[in-house]
């Protein structure tokens, strides 16, 4: 198999393989048959040799020996997975996590019994680990991780600068975990000593035999090299290339590592290096460095941003090798001119909760896997093979099947991730993103109590959520799914910030983004496991927002493509605008959201989705004081901050909670029905159609991917919901022939999504230690598409107000009051504008003449397509001389000069009616 920077690793080349085993010449079988000649498949053999002495036992590899992880591993044995200890802890309990550490300590114990039950020992050394603080800011996290493994009565300590810099010999770091007792090993050496004496045990080796298919049962029968294989049990040890099989493919994400390896270092340069080439270090960044020095005196220097598997390319992998070089000389100055040798990189796999699979596989009797080591997989892949060979030994054996192995992650399956194209394009944007996180850390700035003026986060590229790699120190929020209702008691407060923000879409995450890189601390909770579907139109008008967020041309390179085209048909008028300079964009929501989440946490906010706020913290006096929130497990938490702010919708429990004041309420008259489809490439642009009282439109979110939208009367939407895919594409060409042309041929993705009398409003903005923004505050109808938009102008305004008045009592609350009535003045007019235009009814006949002004006037069709593109207020386009040319054009044509005219007069009392209720902030809406 070849790959972009697939090269053979350095220990290939120091130590060439023996002649390959041949290849499956024909049908055979087993009693038991391993496919994947890594460490992992070749320690279960060789466990099960000792378990079933003379039984055929058969590793089927697909190229060589040792070619896939385990050879291009830097030989580190150290402990974790799951996360840092104190995620662990948070997740499952302090009995749960100290049993799941202890296992990666017996993992380590493991491979040393393995490797030094072999001839040659395989540069078995032992050493320490450092788990380095790369940023100020993480120093506090490790040196609680510290503490928390002492209170579990593990060994660990803590080094501040001074004593890291002594074990490293570099000041770049802040501090430092320390594990004392760790394994380094050459895992070539480890693979190869394994295959000969498995070899010399009498188990066959197929190497060049890829397994191209299996079906479970007893026995098992597998496709290998073209021939067909039948074993009583087969163990799957393929990792990264599991997914190749069809097996496990929206619960795994496979991922690309790099290392590289300089010549021997001479001991002068060593020595004034300050390093004594002890140990092993790793850092504190999600995409972590990690170095170590060979027993043949050479150092290993890994890292960088991992690459998903499907969308590795040599530029990618050339710009790592790139950035490995500046990072070891930014982190060794005297080896830079160390010649660097070998450049190599090793295929993984990874969990969302990075924990491996090991257990049957669903569906297929008689198979096993055993792998998504998650980066760990030296040491857990030697444990797995000791208490896994005795539960397959004693069923193929006769004895009856052992006990199921103690170990924490024993299961069939893992969470789901993103699948598919999209899928490959959320996981790779979240990938970015916590490169991002990572070049942001050093440059964070600690929370103070009066942070500076508004500074622009810089751009990540992040998207979408997803596969969680290893991390060597991450401080996370818990993210289980959240159940059940609580109120906030007297429970001690477990995290302070500045501010919490309860929803994480646009609003939320945007304003998150803005506070944290202006130096405030933000909690950012969602009780959503984002990304998910949410009422939404899906159309930003315009590029102007998203360019000021920093996150256009990350959406742009995910795929979304730059709609340059408006075509709109009312009835039998159509309008065509060109917008060459200023695209819209249709993303779905799916991946915008999550790119605004992942800005979020670059720019230093503490992101929890999945968790529920369930109540408010109050003072003495009544002020909102934080929140609570709570967990999957039922168990809750208080979490106090200066402001609490909703940005969790139209349906606002925040509002709920605090008693806003709701004004100038309204419920659409239309439905919002939308679905997705893929398989089809249609042409860049925004069709919308209004045909009688319907309204279909079609809008691609990909370069084969559109969303087909329907907004029919809300008392039609009945029959329409209840509709299957055809009978959805039926209603669509009812409406609109041309949009329904587009979408003939595409295949539907997911379900139809609906919602039916959602309300429109304004809402009380502020309040004592709360602030609404977003869709919780305002909201107009759907049917302008302007709520994206909306957002993030609100929530723009919103962070200039804090930054600029934060710690400033009085002055912040004059800014929130000007922030509400600006936003009022600003959202008014189209605010009605979108009510006239989501209307139930069919257009009336002053509208059509209103609107056949607007065409025969060039700049007044200008102006229509910046009321549509939230550009311009609808009362500069709509206005008094436009409605008496309207009334004079219908009475020359011959219409009643009384029709008409009562037709204006309503219209101008409606107004008068709608200018009144604004100014009174009357409860609902003319």
Known sequence: MSWPGSAASGWQRDDPRAARQPALSGDDEATVAIVGGGLAGLALAY?????????????????????????????????????????????????????????????????RRLARALPDGCELTDGFQLVAASAPAHSGSLRRQAQILRELG???????????????????????????????????????????????????????????????????????????????????????????????????AVIRTHVLRTASVPPHLLAESGWDGRGAAIDSRSFFNYLRLTARGQLLFGGGPALLE????????????????????????????????????????????????????????GVWFAGAWCGHGLALSALTAELLAPRLAGVVGGVGPAPMPDLPWMRSTASLMPTGRIGNLLLAGY????????????????????????????????????????????????????????????????????????????AGSALAARL????????????????TPTLSTHILHGTEDLRIEGVYDTVVALGVPPLHDVRVRLDDVELHFRHPDNPGLCPRREVLDQVLLDRASAAGAKTSTGTAVVGLRRGSDGTVSGVTVQHADGSVRDVSAQLVIGADGRN???????????????????????????????????????????????????????????????????????????????????VSPAVAELAAAARPVGSLNRVVRYPCFFRQPFGPGWVLVGDAGHAKDATLGHGINDALRSARGLAAVLTAHWGQPAALSSGLARWARDRDKTELANYWYGQDIGRGGAVTTMERAILAGIQRDSRAVGRLDDVMGDRLDADRLLTLPRLVGAVAHRVTSGEPASVVGREAVDLVQLAWARRRAATRHAPSAP
């Open 47 to 111: 466990q099960l040799t000792n378990h079933l002495p003379g039984s055929d036992i058969l590793v089927l590899e697909a190229t060589e020996v040792g070619s896939g992880a385990s050879g291009h591993s830097t030989g580190i044995v150290g402990p974790g997975v799951g996360g840092p200890i104190t995620t662990l802890v948070k997740r499952y309990g302090a009995d749960r996590a100290r049993t799941m550490f202890g296992a990666t300590l017996d993992g380590i114990a493991a491979l």
């Open 431 to 506: 990938l970015r993103g916590l490169d991002a996180v990572d070049r942001l850390a050093p440059a964070r700035r600690s929370a103070r109590s009066t942070p500076p003026a508004l500074a622009a986060p810089a751009e990540p590229t992040p998207v979408a959520p997803a596969a969680q790699l290893p991390a060597a120190a991450a401080t996370e929020l818990p993210t289980a799914p959240a159940t059940g209702a609580a109120v906030a008691g007297s429970r001690p407060v477990e995290q302070q910030v500045d501010i919490v923000i309860v929803g994480a879409r646009v």
């Open 516 to 531: 944290a890189a202006a130096g405030l601390s933000v909690a950012l909770f969602d009780r959503g496991d984002l990304p």
């Open 154 to 252: 593990f060994d660990a300590s803590y080094l501040g600068h001074d004593g890291t810099a002594e074990r490293l010999g570099t000041a770049r770091y802040h501090g430092a975990l320390c594990y004392p007792d760790i394994a380094l090993i050459n895992p070539w050496l480890l693979v190869q000593s394994l295959r000969a004496a498995l070899l010399a045990a009498g188990v066959r080796i197929a190497e060049n035999t890829p397994v191209t298919g299996l079906t479970g049962g007893d026995p098992v029968t597998l496709t290998a090299g073209g021939h067909r294989v039948r074993a009583r049990r087969v163990a799957l040890t393929t990792d990264g290339f599991t997914t190749g099989l069809g097996l496990f493919t929206r619960n795994v």
């Open 310 to 365: 499907p969308r590795v390319d040599e530029r990618g992998v050339a710009a790592v090798r790139a950035r490995l070089v500046r990072e070891l000389a930014a982190t060794f100055p005297a080896l830079a001119d160390v010649p660097v040798t070998d450049f190599w990189s090793g295929v993984t796999a990874s969990t969302f909760d990075r924990l491996p699979i090991v257990g049957p596989v669903p569906g297929q009797a």
């Open 652 to 734: 606002s429990s925040v509002a709920r909670w605090v008693g806003a004041r709701q004004y100038l309420t309204t419920r659409s008259e239309r439905a919002l029905l939308w679905r997705y489809f893929t398989g089809v490439r249609i042409p860049p642009a925004l069709l919308w159609h209004r045909i009688g009282v319907h309204i279909v439109s079609i809008l691609p979110t990909g370069p084969e991917d559109f969303v087909l939208i329907a907004q029919p009367p809300e008392h039609l939407q009945g029959e329409l919901a209840g509709r299957d895919v055809a009978g959805f594409l039926r209603h669509v060409e009812s």
